[in-house]
Each structure stands twice: as C-alpha cells, then as structure tokens.
C-alpha cells in the first residue's frame, strides 16, 4: 500500500488537483491524478494479488477510492457472482462525490456480460434507497448499462418514485432521462408526457436533451415548448 500510495503521489498534477477540485464542491482529500492515469494504476493492480490490495486498501483520498471502486469494476472475470455482488455492496457506501460514482458505474463490465441479468437484479434495490450516491449509483447503472427497450418502462417507473431533494440525484434522474430520449426517442417522449418527475428535475431533462449534440433542431423546439411554467408563465427552476 506504501507503494500505491507514493505511485498516486508521484501521477499527483497539483493544478489538475485545483481544477477538479472546483468539480468536486466538498471533497477535500484530493491529489490530483487524473482519471486515465488511474485506470493503468488500476490495471497494473490487476495483474497482481487485487485482494490483497483491496484487503488493506484504505479511504484517506479521493484517488484511493476511485481505485479501489475500479479494482472491484475490473476484476469481475477474476471472481463468482456472490464475491463481485459482496465487494460492490460494500464499495457504494464509500461513494461519496459524483465522479466516483460515475467512475465505477463506467467501469463496471460485468452488466455488459452473461452477468447482465444478475447485475440488474442487484441494481434494482438501489432505487428503493435514501442515500444521495445509493440513489445516484442506481440511476448511473441504469443510463450506462440498460438503456434499452428492455429495461426503459422499468427505469422510469423507479425514476418516477424517487423523491429526493439532494442535487446530485435529481442531475442524475435528469441526466438518465436525456440518455434514454437521445437512444429511444420515442418512448421516452411518450414517457415525458406522463412523467410524476418534479418540475426542477423535468425541467433539467429536457435542457439536457436540447444541450445533445445528437438532437436536431427540430426535435429541440419542441422540447423548448414542453418545459413547465408557473402561473406567470415562467419557467419554473
């Protein structure tokens, strides 16, 4: 761990730290390593005893989690169902900023495998929680790895029960809806138009889809026309 420890001291960029720091309002434990160079750290800890590692891995930066989050996403291959579940369950409470959240939700392959089925059957659970990244780790899961047919009538009758007013679920929420609009149009247009979002997150979800490169402009006037107004006529925020 010595080693670990001195090799993300070693990649720390100090202005990357102040400028990722600005991304990250309230994480303070950060060095500065960027997210590519974490990954080959990752891999190289692969290619090793990753258990022992992860057995004395410890949470005193934000570096040192996003490691340990892709250490578990990565060694998926390297263990039975019951393991990865065990060692994911026990990740997510560690998450605590945005970006390890959408790290290990990138990273995490098993849901593009013959393990797809049984990493949803774990997911889904998540959308029943309170917790701000519980909630969040969910609905990244879901826009990285089942935006399909599928599973979109699914995830949006969990997007539609969660009642949350921590910020970074309610981007979530809003940001998962925009994917599914971007890949499945029209079913997440007919999904709009009877949504139970609240007004700020709905509102969110369609500037995210006007923000899309991939929505043409047609498409994004409409949107515009959608957005809820209060009785002033104002967009409500």
């Known amino acids: 761990m010595e080693q670990i420890k001195e090799r993300l001291r070693e990649l720390a960029d100090p202005g990357y730290r102040e400028f990722h720091g600005r ?17 080959r750290l990752a891999k190289e800890i692969l290619k090793g005893d990753w258990r022992e590692f992860l057995e004395h891995a410890e949470d005193g930066t934000y570096e040192e989690r996003q490691l340990q989050g892709l250490v578990i996403a990565g060694a998926w291959k390297k263990m039975e169902p019951e393991e990865l579940f065990e060692r994911t ?9 945005w970006a390890v959240c959408d790290v290990f939700c990138g990273a995490y392959r098993a849901a593009e495998s013959g393990l797809r089925r049984e990493v949803w059957e774990f997911v889904r659970p998540y ?13 990244v899961m879901a826009l990285s790895h089942y935006c399909d047919r599928e599973h979109a009538e699914e995830v949006f009758g969990f997007l539609d029960e969660i009642r949350s007013e921590a910020y970074y679920v309610r981007m979530a929420v809003a940001w998962a809806v925009s994917v599914y609009y971007v890949k499945l149009p029209e079913q997440t247009m007919d999904y709009l138009k009877r949504c139970r979002l609240d007004d700020w997150t709905y509102n969110k979800a369609l500037q995210k889809i006007i923000e899309s490169n991939r929505v043409d402009r047609e498409t994004k006037a409409v949107i515009r026309g959608m957005k809820r107004k209060d009785r002033k006529g104002e967009t409500k925020s």
């Open 127 to 139: 959308f029943k929680k309170t917790g701000e990244y519980e909630l969040r780790f969910a609905a």
């Open 23 to 39: 991304l990250l309002p309230g994480t303070e434990d950060i060095l500065g390593v960027r997210i590519p160079d974490l990954k």
């Open 89 to 97: 369950a026990g990740f997510v409470p560690k998450i605590d900023n």
